[in-house]
């Protein structure tokens, strides 16, 4: 390394020093601010709820607020101890929901008090409607979280698609986020759903688990059945980077998918080929894992240019660098459609879309699925999961493409 370059990285070390205590500090205000908002709707804020109420209330929020750090520690960190993960998870999305809708009822409340009807009363009104609306949703948010993810149809136009493979089906899982929950029932149901829709390729697109090949043998194993006419493919998420990529990707090969680690397969049907090609997840370059990194030049060497390309690549934000390469289709995961309203915002920052199908470009459409399970809360809200069929239509067609979203069934499409 030259002098300036040294003198350069060490001046980078030292920006990025400098910035690391600045991490705890923001990570602690945002965590208190999640318990305190709705700890002061619900007890405090005018309420004047008796002593033991507001005492109790006061001890629960606390009691959570000490407790978390050390949980998710426990839970996500070297120790993976999977009970400490379910306790931390769940408190964290009953304390976002909460979070959220206090913002709404505190905003009621401020109107209220503008219009001269605050009071105990009106106060006491707002903390039990936030608290209920809190408990319906997160009932139901579990309930779609567990059940099997509902079957999601849609046509994709794809103009340098051959003849003979109009009407190809490409069924698509992703962020199936095997975890803490012992999900192997739900695994099972989950390829009974796949297998019912006659898929030509069946994709998993990322974030298959939390966790390793080892902790996780029970749930990974229904994917051993997954049935495709041309291919299983599978890429890693950014949450394989958190365990063992390495490790998964020798799973996957052991259940009969083809792993796309920077490279691709070529499928046909009909007399004419379809490039299926798969990149690591952005992250994996900073995981420090060796020949872990998203090339896309990698996984499309030695591809014929005039073959249509079907990527699979986690984070849809790899869009840009997929038009830039004149890609037909990529198909991502990631985002869980925001998983619980209202936190779709906050991934619309970092990332392009947040679900559905998308055009970029002149030639490049994306299809960014909600994700078939969940990561950390048991809960989705106003953010469904899917089992996408993706109906492969050669040449230009009216619109981005027909999407219908029905109960777990056979998917139409030709005949391979």
Do not use: C
């Amino acid at each position: 390394m030259k002098d300036g370059e040294a003198a350069e990285a060490a001046e980078d070390g030292g920006r990025r020093a400098r910035r690391r205590p600045l991490g705890l500090p923001v990570v602690l205000l945002v965590l208190g601010l999640l318990f305190a908002l709705p700890w002061a709707t619900l007890f405090a804020f005018g309420t004047g709820w008796p002593l033991p109420v507001f005492v109790a209330g006061t001890a629960v929020f606390g009691a959570g607020l000490v407790s978390f750090p050390f949980l998710m520690a426990a839970g996500h960190g070297r120790r993976r101890n999977d009970r400490a993960s379910r306790v931390a998870d769940t408190t964290l999305g009953v304390v976002w929901v909460l979070f959220s809708w206090s913002v709404l009822g505190d905003l009621v409340h401020l109107v209220l008090i503008g219009l001269g009807a605050g009071g105990a009363d009106r106060a006491r009104a707002v903390a039990l409607g936030v608290a209920a609306v809190a408990v319906v949703l997160l009932a139901w948010g579990h309930y779609e979280a567990m059940r099997v993810p509902r079957i999601r149809r849609v046509d994709v136009p794809l103009p340098r698609l051959g003849g003979g493979l109009d009407g190809t089906r490409v069924v698509v899982l992703a962020d199936t986020h095997y975890g803490p929950i012992d999900r192997a029932r739900w695994s099972e149901r989950v390829t009974e759903a796949v297998n019912a829709l006659d898929a030509d390729v069946v994709v998993h697109a990322g974030d298959i688990a939390d966790g390793t090949p080892a902790q996780r043998t029970a749930q990974s194993a229904p994917l051993g059945t997954v049935r495709a006419r041309l291919a299983k493919v599978y890429v890693t998420g950014n949450h394989e980077y958190f365990g063992e990529a390495q490790g998964w990707l020798d799973r996957m090969a052991e259940l009969g998918w083809e792993p796309l680690h920077n490279r691709h397969v070529v499928v046909e049907r009909g007399g004419d080929a379809l490039v299926l090609a798969g990149v690591d997840d952005v992250t994996a370059e900073s995981s420090g894992l060796a020949g872990h990194r998203a090339n896309l030049l990698g996984a499309l060497e030695g591809a014929d240019p005039e073959r249509p390309v079907l990527l699979v690549a986690h984070q849809p934000k790899y869009v840009a660098q997929a038009a830039a390469a004149g890609i037909d289709l990529q198909i991502s995961g990631h985002t869980h459609g925001g998983q619980i309203w209202p936190f779709h915002f906050l991934v619309r920052v970092d990332q392009p879309v947040v679900q559905g199908l998308s055009r970029h470009g002149e030639r490049t459409r994306l299809y960014t699925s909600r994700g078939s399970g969940f990561w950390g809360p048991p809960f989705r809200v106003f953010a469904p999961s899917e089992i996408t069929v993706l109906t492969l239509r050669a040449g230009e067609a009216d619109g981005e493409g027909q999407d219908s979203q029905g109960s777990q069934g056979a998917g139409g499409g030709a005949t391979v």
